[in-house]
């Protein structure tokens, strides 16, 4: 069994910075992180970034203010998060891969106030 934790969730205001980490544990083997997910209330799960082999990907409402990153050693992923605005306001998870199967954590809350 895998387990993915996410941390580095807060309340912040607008404008500001956070990083959430994505660390994997437990029966990690073939185990890949491979992006960042975010719900806001009554909206569905929706895509912020996506790494696959250090490629990233981002939504284009993030583009130019979020940065994914792996720290393979680690079997971690970060998401660094600048110029924070109200609507980035959600739960943020992180999402991987084991051959056909996908796992996700329990999500971290981010409120960015204005």
């Known amino acids: 069994q895998v387990q993915l934790v996410e941390s580095g969730g807060g309340l912040v205001q607008a404008g500001g910075s956070l990083r959430l980490s994505c660390a994997a544990s437990?029966?990690?083997?073939?185990?890949?992180?491979i992006g960042w997910f975010r719900q806001a209330p009554e909206n569905q799960r929706a895509l912020v970034a996506t790494i696959n082999d250090d490629v990233p990907n981002y939504a284009d409402s993030v583009k130019g203010r979020f940065a994914i990153s792996r720290d393979n050693a680690k079997n971690t992923v970060y998401l660094e998060m600048n110029s924070l605005k109200p609507e980035d306001t959600a739960v943020y998870f992180c999402?991987?891969?084991?051959?056909?199967?996908?796992?996700w954590g329990q999500g971290t809350q981010v409120t960015v106030s204005s």
């Open positions: 999402r991987a891969r084991r051959g056909f199967a996908y796992y």
């Open positions: 437990g029966s990690t083997s073939n185990i890949k992180i």
